[in-house]
């Protein structure tokens, strides 16, 4: 039966029907690559703060907050599908780990700081395979101001200046309009301070994107860095924008961002400001920028990962030989309407930590007669240090399936 009380980076806390919380996700906590020198996450990291010079930065806060800091102090809804148990991890009803950065906004304003970049590890119940981890780092920006006609024009200067120096950079961008009918301006918002807060927002982010993508993306004269911002929806922000950069033929997905949400303000108790901010995620930018192919390289202490990279400097990452890969399938009766596929993930990475590299259900189908549930999954094994022997994976194998039938009650085919 479950333990009474858990230990987490340190303290004792009490378990509950939300707990969650797996031994596997637990040994991260400590690790705060964002904080390793020479780590790509922490390289990353220092180049985006150079970006910002007169920014505050933050990057020990804790990774245990509270519901209420995740999602309420931001008006996430009450029955905003994050909150489940399914898609965070929790180690109580009232205790869990941050899923984004954003958590922190309403202390960060709280002290006054008008312009802050924070960096932090955030957790997510997610699938399995070489671009999703349940750990991964985060960088939140924010800048607010008065909401005074005078700080807004000061604002509009500060635009027109960054314009001016990007009008002379290779970037092409595809725009959307500030504020729409589906992107409105808060009600509490005069929609030109709005839209001049969107705009101060927009090349603000351009003109970093130019700097971390232009030599990458291969930016030349007839082949310009392209940078498209699109209509987007969060509880947080409005209006609100994503950014996608046109990297080897597609468009990828850089950041979330938007003009705060006044309430947001209010509740930091700075209810005369208004301002922006922006949510990256570090690994996604960072595989880009170093070419590193696999989102568990982060995590790795080979020093042939490590060993290829110099604090502040971006550097092709050199692959060395991969070991085989080693794959088992499993099939299962579900145990009932309760079980989801993340339940699944974190036994297989509870076993198997980072031996795992992707887990791919392959089958499924309900059974005519009884309405029963199965499901056929193939757990793909390999170290990015050793080669595995056929009985360590039999061994994992064997541990796993023992799990799922102790923990989750599956019956196996
Ligand atoms: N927190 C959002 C996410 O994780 C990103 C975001 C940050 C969006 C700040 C708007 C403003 O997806």
New binding site residues.
Partial sequence: SAPLHIRVLGEKYTTDDYTNLSPSISSKLSKRLHAQKGHPISTLRTLIENHFPDFAHFSSLSPIVTPYQNFDSLSFPADHPGRAKTDSYYINRNTMLRT???AHEVEVFAKGTERWLLTADVYRRDEIDASHYPVFH?M?GAKIFGNDPSSIEQIEKETQRLERQLAASNIVTEDVQHISQTNPAQTSHNVRSSEVTAKNLKLCLNSLLYELFADVAGASEDDPLRVRWIEAY?P??SP?YEVEVFFRGKWLEIL???VVLQSTLDRAGVANKMGW???LGLERIAMILFSIPDIRLFWSEDPRFLSQFTHGKINTFKPYSKYPPSYRDISFWKPGRDMHDNDLYDVVRDVAGDLVEDVTIIDRFTHPKTQRDSLTARVVYRSFDRSLVNEEVNGLQDRVVSHLKEQLGVEIR
């Fill in positions: 984004h950065t954003s985060q939140e969060f947080f922000t609100s979330g961002c938007g901010a922006f949510g």
